[in-house]
C-alpha cells in the first residue's frame, strides 16, 4: 500500500481525485447533436430576446389611453402579422391595428386587448373593456444581447438547447465525452444468456455502470471479463489504459488473496486511497494504471453502483465544470426505522411516496450489498451521517436512484 491515505472520508476521497485532472477538449457541435452534452464555454447572446416589441395576442393593438371608457369604438386601419416585411403603420388616436401573436407592435400603438374580448363590423372595432399593456412583450425583456444564461458547465437539456438556438447559436463548444473502460473481474462470473455452472453467477455490475457512464453522457467501453490472475490483470488494464481516459474496475478490491486489482495497484500501479468510510461501498480504490486515473470498485452489485454515484459521477462532473443534472436530492420523512453506523456514512434503499405535503420514505427491502433488486426495487438513497440516531419522523435527505 506504501504510503497511500486508507479508510478516508468520503469527502476525503473526493479531494484526493480531484487533484487528478484529464485533458478536456472541445467538440464544436450543431444544435441537433448537442443533447446531454455540457458546455465548454458561458454562452453570451448574440440578440435581444424579443428582438423587437411585440405582441403575446392574436387581437388588436391600440392606445391604452383611447379606452379608458368602455365600451369604445375605435377605427381599424391594418393588419400586421408575425413576419418579417411589414409596411409601416402608425396608429393613432382613434384607432386600432388587427395584429397576431408574436408580430411586431405598430408606431404609436401601447397595448393589445385579444380578440375575444372585442368585436368588429366593418372597419369599426368595439371594445368591451380597456387594452391591456402588459400584453406588449417588451424588446429583451427575456434576455438582452450579451446576457449570459447558459454557463460553461451546463448539461444540454431540451430548454437549454431551445436557449441556445434563441440566442442565435447553431453550433455550440462542448466538452468531448470521456472514453470510460469497464473492466469487470472475477473468475466466477458468465456474461448474461450463457449457462450457468456450479458455482458461477451473471457478470451485472458491467452492464449497470454502463449506464451510469451514458447518463453522465460520457461513452462507456465495456471490456471482457478477466479471470483472477495477474497477467490477465495486466493486460487488460494496459489495453484499457491505452485505449480509454479512465479505467473502472469491478471486483477485486478487498483483502482477500484472489483480489487482484488491489494487488497489482500495490505491486504496479500507484495508489492514491484505498478504502472509503461508505456502506455499502467501503473498498474501492484510486490511482493511476501508467497514465490513466483509475477506479477499483468493489464487486458486489449495490456497493459498486453506490460508489459510481457517491465519488465518481461527482468527479467526473467536477471534470467537466458540470452544473447538473447534480445529484437529485430531496428531503423525506423518515417512516420505517433505518440503521445507521458509527463510523461510516451509510446510505439505505428506500421507497419514497409523495404526500400531499411531504415525501415519505420507508426501507422495505433487505440491505445486503449483493442484493441489487433492493436498487432496482427502491426510488432512492437515504444519506445516514455517522455517529447519528435516526428515528421514524426523523427529516432525512434522500438522493433519487
Ligand atoms: P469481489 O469484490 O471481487 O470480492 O466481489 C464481491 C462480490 O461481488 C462477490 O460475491 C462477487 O461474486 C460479486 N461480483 C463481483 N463482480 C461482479 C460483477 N461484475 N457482477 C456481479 N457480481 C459481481
Ligand atoms: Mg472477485
Redesign the pocket.
Known sequence: MGDAPYFVTLDEALDICKKTTLKNSVDIVHLDNAHNRILAEDLPSLVDDPPFDNSAMDGFAMRHKDTLNPPTDLKIIGTIQASGDQENITVNQGEAVRIMTGAPMPEGADSILQVELTSCSGETLTISQESMPGYVRKKGENIRKGDIILLKGTVLTPSNISMAATMGYNMIPVFSKLVIGII???N??RQPGEDLKPGE??????YGISGLVKWLGHIPKRYD?VE?TMNRTRESLDRASEECDLIIT?????M?D??L?RKIMEEEGDIHFWRIKLRPGS?PLFGKWKDTPIFGL????V??HVVFRMLVGPWIRNLTHSTNPSENKAFATLATTVKPSKDFLTLRRVKVESTDNELKAYQESHQG??N?ASMALSDALVILHPGKEYSIGDIVEIMYL
Open positions: 469487470p473481474t472475477g466466477e462470473l453467477i451473471y457478470e451485472s455490475n458491467a471479463l483472477d469491478s471486483g477485486g478490491v478487498s482477500g484472489w483480489d486489482i473498498p468493489p464487486g458486489n452489485p456497493s459498486s450489498s449483493g441489487i
